[in-house]
């Protein structure tokens, strides 16, 4: 059995991962592929075997070549990273982090504008289970 996935992806991981999400399912050399910078093969391996280790891929033999799939969907991994990111750069508070986006200018007063009218509909999707906590508030 698989270890529940680490709670966030390096760099390179994310790149793998956003790889097979956006193919689905992929060999190795299809992820290879698909990187935004060329890798070695062997890298891209033992790229994906981590994954799998962590728990974010799975994979099944089909002749001779394995074809992984994600086992951890991109929203769940995005959750975890910010999760992180919050507690660890930001004491815990979405409202720190979103000030540190605005005064970077990352993020500008209209989109802040249309993220607010598009609110009601995101927490009607993004609706948490019980035990789910939120972190800042």
């Not at 991962?17 to 290879?32: F, S, Y």
């Amino acid at each position: 059995m698989a270890r529940p996935p680490a709670e966030t992806l390096t760099g390179r991981e994310a790149q793998v991962m956003d790889a097979v999400w956006r193919l689905g399912e992929a060999t190795a050399e299809k992820v290879r592929e698909a990187m935004p910078e060329p890798l070695h093969d062997s890298t891209v391996r033992t790229l994906l075997r981590v994954l799998e280790s962590k728990g974010y891929l799975g994979h099944e033999a089909r002749g001779k070549a394995y074809v992984y799939r994600a086992v951890v969907e991109r929203t769940k991994a995005q959750r975890r990273a910010l999760g992180s990111v919050l507690s660890r750069f930001f004491g815990g508070s979405a409202e720190d982090l979103v000030l540190r986006l605005i005064e970077d200018e990352r993020i500008t007063p209209e989109q802040l504008d249309a993220l607010r009218r598009r609110a009601p509909e995101a927490r009607g999707r993004g609706r948490r289970r019980p035990g789910d906590r939120r972190t800042g508030g």
